[in-house]
């Protein structure tokens, strides 16, 4: 099964719609709930890292037997230093990001946290490419 | 436990969802944050939120890290958003007047036990 979602930057009020997509559909697939939690988690936070970081972006879900594979792409500022933006607490996110909640600099290494595969790829002025997989 | 002692302590309003058929064995701990990465973080089910967070992504949040009970604190009101999709998600939702501190320190009294 393939999921395709549009996300638009700043925009808070409909952030997180894609992964609740997710959710209720690997919840109607019977996937073990400690799976679709990492899964879900792992895909909140790259989701919330387009809206609150960069311009728009687009995120793609593939559902298959033995695994799921989330394509996050967004085209906006991109990371400068990858590796010092894994770190736990490391954050630069706006004063409007951080009234809306996120901006702990946890998103990350939340996502490494839970993913058994995260790769993430960043262009300085271009934007930021993460490709996450969960096995099921 | 009830989960009517806890509001009545908390002086909280249940404005969202069956909170009294709830049962505090469900709920052995709580967590209390702003930021809802340090949420996102949490392994352990059977926790309460307790934030002065109050818009959707408090919702969307508890969603995803499978939360069912968030106490909402410092006065802050819900809008019908947050009841839409706290309604779909099965979460119950608690208003109070009182400071997370406040709240905190209530529950924590009543044998709520912290995370760490
Ligand atoms: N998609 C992105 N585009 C541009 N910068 C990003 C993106 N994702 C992350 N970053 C950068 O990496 C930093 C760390 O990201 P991370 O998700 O760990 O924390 P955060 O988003 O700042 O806060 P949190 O996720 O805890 O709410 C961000 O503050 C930002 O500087
Ligand atoms: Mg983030």
């Given at each position: 099964?393939?999921?395709?979602?549009?996300?638009?930057?700043?925009?808070?009020?409909?952030?997180?719609?894609?992964?609740?997509?997710?959710?209720?559909?690997?919840?109607?697939?019977?996937?073990?709930?400690?799976?679709?939690?990492?899964?879900?988690?792992?895909?909140?936070?790259?989701?919330?890292?387009?809206?609150?970081?960069?311009?728009?972006?687009?995120?793609?879900?593939?559902?298959?037997?033995?695994?799921?594979?989330?394509?996050?792409?967004?085209?906006?500022?991109?990371?400068?230093?990858?590796?010092?933006?894994?770190?736990?607490?490391?954050?630069?996110?706006?004063?409007?990001?951080?009234?809306?909640?996120?901006?702990?600099?946890?998103?990350?290494?939340?996502?490494?946290?839970?993913?058994?595969?995260?790769?993430?790829?960043?262009?300085?002025?271009?934007?930021?490419?993460?490709?996450?997989?969960?096995?099921? | 436990m009830?989960?009517?002692e806890i509001?009545?302590r908390?002086?909280?309003?249940?404005?969202?969802?069956?909170?009294?058929?709830?049962?505090t064995?469900?709920?052995?701990?709580?967590?209390?944050?702003?930021?809802?990465?340090?949420?996102?973080?949490?392994?352990?089910?059977?926790?309460?939120?307790?934030?002065?967070?109050?818009?959707?992504?408090?919702?969307?949040?508890?969603?995803?890290?499978?939360?069912?009970?968030?106490?909402?604190?410092?006065?802050?009101?819900?809008?019908?958003?947050?009841?839409?999709?706290?309604?779909?998600?099965?979460?119950?939702?608690?208003?109070?007047?009182?400071?997370?501190?406040?709240?905190?320190?209530e529950l924590y009294s009543y044998g709520i036990?912290?995370?760490?």
């Amino acid at each position: 099964m393939e999921f395709l979602f549009e996300i638009e930057g700043a925009n808070f009020s409909v952030a997180g719609n894609a992964s609740s997509t997710i959710k209720r559909a690997l919840k109607q697939r019977d996937v073990d709930p400690a799976k679709i939690k990492r899964i879900v988690v792992a895909l909140f936070e790259a989701e919330i890292n387009v809206v609150a970081h960069a311009d728009h972006g687009t995120i793609r879900v593939l559902i298959e037997d033995h695994q799921v594979q989330m394509f996050v792409k967004d085209f906006g500022p991109g990371i400068e230093d990858v590796k010092e933006a894994m770190r736990e607490g490391y954050s630069t996110a706006s004063n409007s990001v951080r009234e809306m909640g996120f901006g702990a600099g946890m998103g990350l290494p939340n996502i490494k946290r839970n993913a058994d595969v995260f790769e993430i790829e960043s262009i300085k002025g271009l934007g930021t490419n993460a490709h996450i997989i969960i096995y099921l | 436990m009830l989960m009517n002692e806890i509001i009545k302590r908390i002086e909280a309003r249940p404005v969202c969802g069956d909170v009294c058929s709830l049962r505090t064995d469900d709920f052995e701990f709580a967590f209390a944050s702003d930021l809802m990465s340090d949420v996102l973080r949490l392994t352990y089910e059977k926790t309460m939120l307790v934030t002065g967070l109050c818009n959707v992504q408090t919702i969307r949040t508890a969603e995803m890290a499978e939360i069912k009970l968030i106490i909402i604190c410092r006065g802050k009101k819900c809008d019908d958003q947050m009841f839409k999709i706290a309604k779909e998600c099965d979460i119950c939702l608690l208003e109070t007047n009182y400071s997370v501190y406040r709240v905190c320190g209530e529950l924590y009294s009543y044998g709520i036990k912290p995370l760490y």
